[in-house]
């Protein structure tokens, strides 16, 4: 049923840019938020930013001021733009729906590494 298909990933040097793309289907506004995570090997999932419904939004304290995450409710995407990399931001990022009380969605994941 609901697909959530992130890209953009890639390598990049310490201090670039990157913009994750996440297509949904079906409409955003079907969800109460939207948001990225992120996992390195070995670890827990680790939580970057949210969106919800209302229009609000909450970010770790890790990527405050760096990272925005956004969204086009016509194309049914929400973005995550990474600014001021460091290598510590190297994961697997992942985007997430929640609908209702009981319903996460996960998306497969995208690469990013930041190289020193």
């Known amino acids: 049923q609901v697909q959530l298909v992130e890209s953009g990933g890639g390598l990049v040097q310490a201090g670039g840019s990157l913009r994750l793309s996440c297509v949904v289907s079906g409409s955003i506004f079907s969800f109460n938020a939207m948001g990225w995570y992120r996992q390195v090997p070995g670890k827990q999932r680790e939580f970057v930013a949210r969106k919800f419904s209302g229009g609000s939004t909450n970010y770790a304290d890790s990527v405050k001021g760096r990272f925005t995450i956004s969204r086009d409710n016509a194309k049914n995407t929400v973005y995550l733009q990474m600014n001021s990399l460091k290598p510590e931001d190297t994961a697997v990022y992942y985007c997430?729906?929640?609908?209702?009380?009981?319903?996460?969605?996960w998306g497969q994941g995208t690469q990013v590494t930041v190289s020193s």
């Open positions: 997430n729906a929640e609908k209702g009380l009981d319903y996460v969605f």
